[in-house]
């Protein structure tokens, strides 16, 4: 299964650590990078912090729902 994923890191910097960003049912991952208003961006902040910040489409969300396989149920998509 293909996902997609918005990324940022540290420009200046090592990473402190990964934080990993997992939106909930009707979002994205661009709920995470306000482009409106980039003072409310976790990740411009955390990469601004030094942390390597990750959203992740869930399955069948934002651009992970076009890579959706069909017949693919929903305890399909859980580990």
Known sequence: LT???L???PVDM????????LHG????AGYF???A???LSLLALGAQLGYTVLAVDRPGYGLSAARL???LALED???
């Open 14 to 21: 090592a990473p402190r650590a990964v934080l990993v960003a």
């Open 7 to 9: 990324l940022a890191e």
């Open 69 to 71: 396989p069909r017949g």
């Open 77 to 79: 998509s859980a580990p």
């Open 37 to 39: 208003r980039p003072g």
């Open 3 to 5: 996902l997609s994923a």
């Open 25 to 28: 049912g009707g979002m994205r």
């Open 33 to 35: 990078d306000s482009r």
